[in-house]
């Protein structure tokens, strides 16, 4: 079965940087876009940053654009997000989702953005 395994999640101060990772198994991982998405107390989930299913290209979404960098590692079937000058609003479930037909969805990790 397809599972979507992420960790890297945690308390950091305000203008801290956390790096998530997606563990993936159950498929190809090298022919499928991932993105991470990110949900915050009273809000909806959003696309916070994307890659395509050969790490040649990206998009960031928002707030996410030139704080956070999305990356691949297919040998390692992992997806990374960097998240950098972190903020309060930063505060959210991280989740990670392979695009395609059937769309899949991580457990999500928790980061949290604190004084």
């Known amino acids: 079965q397809v599972q979507l395994v992420e960790s890297g999640g945690g308390v950091v101060q305000p203008g801290g940087s956390l790096k998530l990772s997606c563990a993936a198994s159950?498929?190809?991982?090298?022919?499928?876009?991932m993105a991470w998405y990110r949900q915050s107390p009273g809000k909806e989930r959003e696309l916070a940053a994307w890659?395509?299913?050969?790490?040649?290209?990206?998009v960031y979404v928002g707030s996410a654009k030139g704080r956070f960098t999305i990356s691949r590692d297919d040998a390692k079937n992992t997806v990374y997000l960097q998240m950098n000058n972190l903020n309060f609003d930063e505060t959210a479930a991280y989740y990670c989702?392979?695009?395609?037909?059937?769309?899949?969805w991580g457990q999500g990790t928790q980061g949290i953005v604190s004084a």
């Open positions: 989702k392979r695009l395609g037909e059937p769309v899949s």
């Open positions: 159950g498929f190809i991982f090298s022919n499928y876009a």
């Open positions: 890659i395509g299913y050969d790490g040649r290209d990206t």
